[in-house]
């Protein structure tokens, strides 16, 4: 604790301030009155409080130096060449799970909906969401349209006399994914209403048709959903064969 040589204080409670110019900071201390700050005069003023300022000089705020900033770049050019590839490959691969989750639901849905109907459920490629595609390229990723195939000609005819029910509606699904199909379901895939499946092409054995679903990175990183003659569905990786566009 410093002290420091001032008067007595004239009244009982009187705040004192003193300045001191040689140190090298701002700073507020507090410091008691004793014996030797107020003339000998012992037990008097013992106990009271002065506010002593001491006013320093200024520290020069310094900046950052050249090679501070180079350090400081350079690590963070680094801590970015590492971390962003990984984050895109996190986004591709919770893009790529829902998308797989997404299609294979709207599959499980027609099926349970040609079971639980007694009806022929037809799931068509669109790419306007009113009508189905006619063309046979088994593009997919443009969307799709769930509906009750009363006449069962696989087209979806809203209008009457058919009044057919639309159970869903899908668009295009998310950039940089393709969902594609190029064996039995180039433009629909049917389930009748014992849950067996078939498409617009008359294909033969188990495995009725593969859809395949792929992003940038190519078919290393794909997702491939086979439809079974029975009506059910598996995921699977690349086997020799497959192939992305």
Same mark, same amino acid.
């Given at each position: 604790?410093?002290?420091?040589?001032?008067?007595?204080?004239?009244?009982?409670?009187?705040?004192?301030?003193?300045?001191?110019?040689?140190?090298?900071?701002?700073?507020?201390?507090?410091? @008691?009155v004793?014996?030797? !700050?107020?003339?000998?005069?012992?037990?008097?003023?013992?106990?009271?409080?002065? &506010?002593?300022?001491?006013?320093?000089?200024?520290?020069?705020?310094?900046?950052?130096?050249?090679?501070?900033?180079i350090?400081?770049?350079?690590?963070? /050019?680094?801590?970015?060449?590492?971390?962003?590839?990984?984050?895109? @490959?996190?986004?591709?691969?919770?893009?790529?799970?829902? &998308?797989?989750?997404?299609?294979?639901?709207?599959?499980?849905? /027609?099926?349970?909906?040609?079971?639980?109907?007694?009806?022929?459920?037809?799931?068509?490629r669109?790419?306007?969401?009113?009508?189905?595609a006619?063309?046979?390229?088994?593009?997919?990723?443009?969307?799709?349209?769930?509906?009750?195939?009363?006449?069962?000609?696989?087209v979806?005819?809203?209008?009457?006399? !058919?009044?057919?029910e639309?159970l869903?509606?899908?668009?295009?699904?998310?950039?940089?994914?393709?969902?594609?199909?190029g064996?039995?379901?180039?433009?629909?895939?049917?389930?009748?209403?014992?849950?067996?499946?078939?498409?617009?092409?008359?294909?033969?054995?188990?495995?009725?048709?593969?859809?395949?679903?792929?992003?940038?990175?190519?078919?290393d990183?794909?997702?491939?959903?086979?439809?079974?003659n @029975?009506?059910?569905?598996?995921?699977?990786?690349?086997?020799?064969?497959?192939?992305?566009?």
């Amino acid at each position: 604790m410093h002290r420091a040589s001032i008067a007595a204080p004239r009244w009982p409670g009187e705040v004192l301030r003193v300045d001191r110019l040689n140190a090298p900071t701002v700073r507020r201390e507090i410091a @008691t009155v004793g014996p030797e !700050d107020t003339g000998g005069q012992e037990g008097v003023f013992v106990g009271f409080k002065l &506010q002593i300022y001491r006013v320093r000089a200024m520290n020069r705020i310094r900046g950052f130096t050249l090679i501070e900033l180079i350090v400081t770049v350079a690590i963070a /050019a680094i801590l970015l060449t590492i971390g962003v590839p990984s984050f895109q @490959t996190m986004i591709l691969n919770n893009t790529r799970v829902a &998308q797989t989750n997404e299609f294979l639901g709207i599959l499980n849905m /027609a099926r349970s909906e040609a079971i639980k109907r007694g009806s022929r459920v037809v799931i068509c490629r669109s790419v306007n969401g009113n009508s189905c595609a006619t063309d046979t390229t088994g593009v997919w990723e443009g969307g799709w349209i769930a509906f009750v195939d009363r006449n069962q000609n696989g087209v979806l005819n809203a209008g009457a006399p !058919d009044n057919e029910e639309v159970l869903k509606i899908q668009s295009s699904i998310a950039n940089k994914f393709t969902l594609r199909s190029g064996s039995a379901f180039t433009q629909w895939i049917a389930y009748r209403p014992n849950g067996t499946s078939e498409g617009n092409v008359v294909a033969s054995g188990n495995i009725l048709g593969t859809f395949s679903l792929c992003d940038k990175r190519g078919v290393d990183h794909a997702r491939f959903v086979e439809v079974t003659n @029975t009506g059910r569905t598996n995921v699977r990786e690349k086997e020799t064969g497959d192939a992305c566009p």
